[in-house]
């Protein structure tokens, strides 16, 4: 991937929108260029007033765990042997 400017994306996608099934519109350069959140920093997102608040992590209750904890869960079957490494009474 790299760095386009949207408005020259945006010139390719008028040409584009006008395929049968087209990959890229213009809409869709609008969209994806858009940003939806304000760029804070976490002490401003903790001072933010009620009204309009973007909420966090925090905000909601969920705390976050390390990749390192969950990442065994998952990826334990894709070793020799798979599962039955862990599981008992299957040898």
Do not use: C
Not at 6 to 32: C, F, H, I, R, S
Not at 62 to 69: D, H, L, Y
């Amino acid at each position: 991937l790299s760095d386009v400017p949207a408005e020259v994306v945006k010139y390719g996608a008028n040409v584009l929108q006008y395929e049968g099934n087209p990959m890229l519109t213009p809409d869709m350069v609008d969209l994806w260029t858009e940003d939806y959140l304000p760029e804070m920093t976490a002490e401003k997102y903790a001072a933010q007033k009620q009204l309009g608040k973007v909420f966090t992590m925090k905000d909601l209750g969920v705390e976050a765990t390390p990749i390192e904890k969950m990442a065994f869960k998952y990826l334990y079957r894709f070793r020799k042997g798979g599962h039955f490494i862990l599981a008992e009474g299957y040898h």
